[in-house]
């Protein structure tokens, strides 16, 4: 089945304490992205990957990091996360063109204390 | 720059009635557009998408959509609403072209009232 998956579904984290969330998909999409969605600003896109290696920053980079080593994976990283970084995070992927729609995964819910 | 315009927060309709939900859009080049629909607690699904061919769009569970350049707008509508259409709907707009940039609307909660 294509899919996009995220890992975990739901974390709650304390401030400071470093955490990855996992994103992996199985259609060799080259666009990867993330997006974080908070209530009343709609989903916004914190950084994106056109292909191995070549990443680049959305609306609100702030606070993340991501990578891009394999064409299926692209997790983000939260080096020190904050209370204001709770929110649904999710992963996007798609093929490279004006035709593709995203392929979204089903969300992981953070809450940072 | 691109943007879209969810014209609407709440649409509330009664089962069987139809349904418009809008979006107009401003972008500087030929945009894709996107209806994307997201249930209680689920991950966003694709409903349709317009990339420049026939500007009256068919998606899936009987929704469609116009492509208005004249207008700038993309609505959504459904001839009769379902309960199981509440939901929230978002209004995406897109480039690719060197690189690949993404838009999305704030969302437009859709009320079924029985």
């Known amino acids: 089945e294509a899919q996009v998956t995220q890992n975990p579904r739901y974390l709650i984290t304390v401030t400071g304490k470093k955490l990855t969330v996992t994103c992996s998909q199985n259609?060799?999409?080259?666009?990867m992205s993330w997006y974080r969605q908070d209530p009343g600003l709609g989903l916004r896109q914190i950084y994106y990957?056109?292909?191995?290696?070549?990443?680049d920053k959305g609306d609100v980079p702030e606070g993340y990091k991501v990578s891009r080593k394999e064409k299926r994976n692209f997790p983000l990283i939260l080096e020190s996360p904050s209370p204001n970084q709770t929110s649904l995070y999710f992963c996007?992927?798609?093929?490279?063109?004006?035709?593709?729609?995203?392929?979204f995964g089903s969300g992981t819910r953070l809450t940072v204390v | 720059a691109q943007s879209v315009t969810q014209l609407d927060s709440h649409v509330s309709v009664s089962e069987g009635t139809p349904v418009l939900l809008r979006c107009n859009y401003s972008?500087?080049?030929?945009?894709?557009l996107f209806w994307y629909v997201q249930h209680p607690n689920k991950g966003l699904q694709l409903l349709l998408k317009?990339?420049?061919?026939?500007?009256l769009v068919k998606g899936i569970n009987g929704f469609e959509a116009e492509f208005k350049k004249s207008e700038t707008s993309f609505h959504l509508t459904k001839p009769s609403a379902h309960m199981s259409d509440a939901a929230e709907y978002f209004c995406?707009?897109?480039?690719?072209?060197?690189?690949?940039?993404?838009?999305f609307g704030i969302g437009t909660k859709l009320q079924v009232i029985p």
């Open positions: 995406v707009v897109s480039y690719s072209g060197g690189y690949q940039k993404v838009t």
């Open positions: 259609m060799n999409h080259e666009y």
């Open positions: 317009y990339t420049s061919a026939a500007t």
């Open positions: 996007a992927s798609s093929m490279r063109d004006r035709g593709g729609g995203y392929t």
């Open positions: 972008s500087s080049y030929s945009p894709s």
């Open positions: 990957s056109m292909n191995v290696e070549v990443t």
